[in-house]
């Protein structure tokens, strides 16, 4: 199956953009819609072909020859608030140096698109609001672009001390979005989401015991 990447995509996203750094203070009230078979399309391409799949074993080919069959169920129950999301695989990877292993979800590459495909529209309005001098987490930035500003800092004026700070084992559990975007309704995902995300093995038993709130 060979399916190109549409234009419509990027001028959706740039759509978002335009609004979101004319109109700092606007809040977007719904954004399911710009999650479309496009997004979703380019989203599952830009995953490695040889990502490791999740629980339900399909992997990125099998994801791409059978888009046409998932995409638009998965789409349909985003935007009638009725999409939950799989189990998440939890593996364990070997830290550097350390006798600890850090954990690590896979989820299901179906499922990684569509995050990719909200974490997009995400980005779209939250570029706007980053100051020049952010790195984290953003599309196209890492830690080699702070150092590279930073080196040019320390040699371009005279800076008195650098403070580097480590948060240890840090739980990402809740990302605070400032009141720019809506609660996760908005975005079709219904109650029960927060258990299906959940990283277990044992899932039958834990489902029951898991939390059905966001």
């Given amino acids: 199956m060979q399916r190109e990447e549409s234009p419509a995509m990027a001028d959706g996203l740039e ?3 335009a609004k979101a750094r004319s109109e700092a203070k606007t809040r977007f009230t719904s954004l399911a819609h710009h999650l479309t078979p496009e997004l979703l399309w380019g989203s599952l391409c830009h995953i490695p072909r040889n990502s490791a799949p ?3 074993g399909e992997t990125v080919a099998q ?4 888009f046409p069959l998932w995409a638009e169920p998965m789409l349909g129950a985003v935007h009638r608030q009725g999409y939950r999301p799989p189990v998440v695989r939890r593996v364990y990877i070997p830290k550097p140096g350390k006798q ?4 690590l979800g896979v989820p299901c ?3 990684r698109a569509l995050q990719r495909a909200t974490a997009a529209v995400l980005s779209a309005i939250y570029e706007q ?3 020049p001098c952010s790195f984290g987490g953003r599309p196209g930035l890492g830690a080699h672009h702070a150092l590279a500003t930073l080196n040019e800092l320390i040699a371009g004026k005279k800076v008195g001390w650098v403070l580097e700070a480590d948060l240890r084992n840090y739980p990402v559990r809740r990302l605070i979005l400032n009141g720019r975007v809506p609660s996760a309704p908005a975005w079709g995902v219904g109650p029960g989401a927060g258990a299906g995300r959940r990283h277990n093995q044992r899932v039958s038993r ?3 015991r898991a939390s059905s709130g966001r």
């Fill in 109 to 111: 590459v179906a499922d």
């Fill in 129 to 131: 609001d980053f100051l």
């Fill in 15 to 17: 759509r978002i953009a």
């Fill in 206 to 208: 834990n489902r029951s």
């Fill in 54 to 56: 999740g629980v339900d």
């Fill in 100 to 103: 600890e292993k850090r954990p």
């Fill in 63 to 66: 994801a791409r020859e059978g």
